[in-house]
Protein backbone atom coordinates (compact mmCIF):
# COMPACT_ATOMS: atom_id res chain seq x y z
CA UNK A 1 0.00 0.00 0.00
CA UNK A 2 0.99 3.36 -1.06
CA UNK A 3 2.77 5.72 1.69
CA UNK A 4 2.40 9.18 2.45
CA UNK A 5 3.21 10.88 -0.65
CA UNK A 6 4.68 14.65 -0.50
CA UNK A 7 5.45 16.79 -3.75
CA UNK A 8 8.13 18.69 -4.28
CA UNK A 9 10.81 16.54 -2.76
CA UNK A 10 12.91 19.85 -3.06
CA UNK A 11 12.39 23.64 -3.90
CA UNK A 12 14.21 26.23 -3.53
CA UNK A 13 12.24 29.81 -3.82
CA UNK A 14 13.30 33.47 -3.10
CA UNK A 15 12.78 35.76 -0.52
CA UNK A 16 9.31 37.46 -1.06
CA UNK A 17 7.78 34.53 -2.71
CA UNK A 18 5.17 32.14 -1.63
CA UNK A 19 5.33 28.53 -1.56
CA UNK A 20 2.33 25.32 -1.66
CA UNK A 21 3.47 21.89 -0.91
CA UNK A 22 1.21 18.96 -1.25
CA UNK A 23 0.48 16.06 0.85
CA UNK A 24 -1.38 12.67 -0.40
CA UNK A 25 -2.35 10.57 2.61
CA UNK A 26 -2.66 6.81 2.90
CA UNK A 27 -5.62 5.70 1.58
CA UNK A 28 -8.73 5.78 4.14
CA UNK A 29 -6.84 8.20 6.36
CA UNK A 30 -8.47 11.25 7.07
CA UNK A 31 -6.62 13.19 9.45
CA UNK A 32 -3.26 14.95 8.20
CA UNK A 33 -1.01 16.70 10.09
CA UNK A 34 1.91 19.23 9.03
CA UNK A 35 5.23 19.67 10.43
CA UNK A 36 8.28 21.92 10.08
CA UNK A 37 11.93 21.12 10.94
CA UNK A 38 14.86 22.64 11.06
CA UNK A 39 18.10 22.14 12.81
CA UNK A 40 17.75 25.20 15.43
CA UNK A 41 14.08 24.12 16.51
CA UNK A 42 13.46 20.73 16.00
CA UNK A 43 10.37 19.61 14.62
CA UNK A 44 7.39 21.66 15.09
CA UNK A 45 3.64 21.24 14.99
CA UNK A 46 2.28 23.63 11.97
CA UNK A 47 -1.51 22.25 12.14
CA UNK A 48 -4.08 19.28 11.24
CA UNK A 49 -7.12 18.99 9.60
CA UNK A 50 -9.85 16.02 9.64
CA UNK A 51 -12.45 15.91 7.25
CA UNK A 52 -11.26 19.37 5.35
CA UNK A 53 -11.63 21.52 8.79
CA UNK A 54 -8.07 22.94 10.40
CA UNK A 55 -8.86 21.50 14.12
CA UNK A 56 -5.76 22.03 15.53
CA UNK A 57 -2.90 24.90 15.19
CA UNK A 58 0.54 25.18 16.21
CA UNK A 59 2.90 28.70 17.30
CA UNK A 60 3.41 29.80 13.14
CA UNK A 61 2.62 33.26 12.28
CA UNK A 62 -0.49 33.77 9.75
CA UNK A 63 2.03 33.42 6.74
CA UNK A 64 1.44 29.69 7.03
CA UNK A 65 -1.88 28.37 6.50
CA UNK A 66 -3.23 25.14 4.50
CA UNK A 67 -6.11 23.75 3.55
CA UNK A 68 -7.88 19.22 2.83
CA UNK A 69 -9.57 18.57 0.18
CA UNK A 70 -12.61 15.90 0.42
CA UNK A 71 -10.16 13.21 -0.78
CA UNK A 72 -8.30 13.90 2.41
CA UNK A 73 -5.08 15.40 0.26
CA UNK A 74 -3.56 18.35 1.65
CA UNK A 75 -1.84 21.72 1.02
CA UNK A 76 0.07 24.11 2.59
CA UNK A 77 0.98 27.69 1.83
CA UNK A 78 3.59 30.07 3.26
CA UNK A 79 3.62 33.56 1.60
CA UNK A 80 6.11 35.96 2.04
CA UNK A 81 8.83 34.20 2.55
CA UNK A 82 11.90 34.90 4.92
CA UNK A 83 14.64 32.75 5.02
CA UNK A 84 13.98 31.17 8.21
CA UNK A 85 11.48 29.33 6.19
CA UNK A 86 14.05 27.03 5.16
CA UNK A 87 13.44 23.75 6.69
CA UNK A 88 11.83 20.11 5.79
CA UNK A 89 8.07 20.19 5.71
CA UNK A 90 6.80 17.27 6.83
CA UNK A 91 2.95 15.43 6.52
CA UNK A 92 1.87 12.95 8.58
CA UNK A 93 -1.85 10.91 7.82
CA UNK A 94 -3.37 8.86 10.91
CA UNK A 95 -6.23 6.59 10.57
CA UNK A 96 -8.86 8.51 12.64
CA UNK A 97 -8.53 11.98 13.48
CA UNK A 98 -8.86 11.86 17.33
CA UNK A 99 -7.76 9.88 20.17
CA UNK A 100 -3.92 9.07 20.88
CA UNK A 101 -4.16 5.02 20.02
CA UNK A 102 -3.02 4.99 16.44
CA UNK A 103 0.09 6.18 15.24
CA UNK A 104 1.19 8.31 12.29
CA UNK A 105 2.74 7.86 9.10
CA UNK A 106 5.49 10.70 7.86
CA UNK A 107 6.03 11.28 4.27
CA UNK A 108 9.81 11.77 3.92
CA UNK A 109 9.27 16.25 3.52
CA UNK A 110 9.62 18.55 1.17
CA UNK A 111 12.78 20.18 1.41
CA UNK A 112 12.44 24.02 1.49
CA UNK A 113 15.48 26.15 0.62
CA UNK A 114 14.65 29.99 0.61
CA UNK A 115 17.42 32.68 -0.96
CA UNK B 1 1.86 19.83 26.55
CA UNK B 2 2.77 16.81 28.85
CA UNK B 3 6.81 16.83 28.62
CA UNK B 4 9.75 13.89 27.97
CA UNK B 5 13.02 13.44 29.00
CA UNK B 6 15.32 11.50 26.80
CA UNK B 7 19.65 11.15 26.99
CA UNK B 8 20.89 13.32 24.06
CA UNK B 9 22.33 10.36 22.72
CA UNK B 10 23.08 6.69 23.40
CA UNK B 11 26.11 4.07 21.77
CA UNK B 12 25.38 0.27 21.21
CA UNK B 13 26.99 -2.30 19.65
CA UNK B 14 25.54 -4.20 16.68
CA UNK B 15 23.99 -7.28 17.57
CA UNK B 16 23.19 -6.20 21.53
CA UNK B 17 19.80 -5.50 23.09
CA UNK B 18 19.45 -1.56 23.69
CA UNK B 19 17.37 0.54 26.25
CA UNK B 20 16.62 3.44 25.36
CA UNK B 21 15.04 5.17 28.27
CA UNK B 22 12.45 8.16 28.66
CA UNK B 23 11.33 9.83 31.79
CA UNK B 24 7.74 11.95 31.76
CA UNK B 25 7.04 12.54 35.69
CA UNK B 26 3.55 14.54 34.73
CA UNK B 27 1.75 12.16 32.23
CA UNK B 28 -1.95 12.11 32.82
CA UNK B 29 -4.16 9.50 32.98
CA UNK B 30 -5.48 9.72 29.60
CA UNK B 31 -1.50 9.76 27.78
CA UNK B 32 -0.37 7.35 25.33
CA UNK B 33 3.22 6.90 25.39
CA UNK B 34 4.34 6.85 21.94
CA UNK B 35 8.03 5.91 20.43
CA UNK B 36 8.84 7.79 16.48
CA UNK B 37 12.61 7.45 15.03
CA UNK B 38 13.54 9.36 12.22
CA UNK B 39 16.66 7.62 9.98
CA UNK B 40 18.74 10.20 8.45
CA UNK B 41 17.50 11.74 5.50
CA UNK B 42 13.93 10.66 6.00
CA UNK B 43 10.80 11.38 7.90
CA UNK B 44 10.05 10.02 11.50
CA UNK B 45 8.71 6.08 11.51
CA UNK B 46 6.37 4.86 14.13
CA UNK B 47 8.05 2.45 16.40
CA UNK B 48 5.59 1.88 19.43
CA UNK B 49 3.21 3.02 21.81
CA UNK B 50 1.35 1.52 24.88
CA UNK B 51 -0.88 3.36 27.65
CA UNK B 52 -0.25 0.95 30.79
CA UNK B 53 0.74 -2.12 29.87
CA UNK B 54 4.45 -3.47 28.05
CA UNK B 55 3.67 -3.68 24.48
CA UNK B 56 5.91 -5.97 21.83
CA UNK B 57 5.46 -5.77 18.15
CA UNK B 58 7.92 -6.77 15.28
CA UNK B 59 10.47 -3.68 15.82
CA UNK B 60 10.35 -3.05 19.72
CA UNK B 61 8.76 -3.53 23.00
CA UNK B 62 7.98 -0.97 25.19
CA UNK B 63 7.97 -1.41 28.94
CA UNK B 64 6.48 0.97 30.85
CA UNK B 65 6.85 1.51 34.75
CA UNK B 66 4.16 0.81 36.91
CA UNK B 67 3.42 4.27 37.96
CA UNK B 68 3.87 5.52 34.53
CA UNK B 69 6.59 8.17 35.41
CA UNK B 70 8.85 6.34 33.03
CA UNK B 71 8.99 3.84 29.93
CA UNK B 72 12.06 2.16 28.12
CA UNK B 73 12.08 1.36 24.47
CA UNK B 74 13.76 -1.90 24.15
CA UNK B 75 15.51 -2.78 20.53
CA UNK B 76 16.25 -6.97 21.09
CA UNK B 77 19.15 -7.13 19.11
CA UNK B 78 20.01 -3.63 17.48
CA UNK B 79 20.81 -3.66 13.57
CA UNK B 80 23.11 -0.84 11.52
CA UNK B 81 19.73 0.21 10.23
CA UNK B 82 18.74 1.31 14.33
CA UNK B 83 21.03 3.95 14.15
CA UNK B 84 18.56 6.95 14.30
CA UNK B 85 17.05 9.92 16.22
CA UNK B 86 14.64 7.89 18.89
CA UNK B 87 11.46 10.44 20.40
CA UNK B 88 9.33 9.46 22.66
CA UNK B 89 6.06 11.55 23.01
CA UNK B 90 3.11 11.52 25.59
CA UNK B 91 0.06 11.98 23.74
CA UNK B 92 -3.64 12.75 25.08
CA UNK B 93 -6.38 10.19 24.48
CA UNK B 94 -9.00 13.05 23.71
CA UNK B 95 -6.84 15.44 22.25
CA UNK B 96 -3.50 13.38 20.83
CA UNK B 97 -3.80 16.06 17.62
CA UNK B 98 -0.43 16.42 17.14
CA UNK B 99 2.68 15.30 18.36
CA UNK B 100 5.07 17.22 20.33
CA UNK B 101 8.91 16.05 20.03
CA UNK B 102 11.15 16.80 22.30
CA UNK B 103 15.10 16.57 20.76
CA UNK B 104 15.32 12.75 21.31
CA UNK B 105 18.16 10.30 21.65
CA UNK B 106 20.26 10.35 18.83
CA UNK B 107 21.21 6.17 19.12
CA UNK B 108 24.71 5.16 16.85
CA UNK B 109 25.52 1.55 16.91
CA UNK B 110 28.72 0.47 16.05
CA UNK B 111 29.78 -2.81 14.28
Known amino acids: KAGVTQTPRYLIKTRGQQVTLSCSPISGHRSVSWYQQTPGQGLQFLFE???????NKGNFPGRFSGRQFSNSRSEMNVSTLELGDSALYLCASSLVGQGANYGYTFGSGTRLTVV | DAKTTQPNSMESNEEEPVHLPCNHSTISGTDYIHWYRQLPSQGPEYVIHGLTSNVNNRMASLAIAEDRKSSTLILHRATLRDAAVYYCILRDMEYGNKLVFGAGTILRVKS
Open chain 1, 49 to 55: YFSETQR
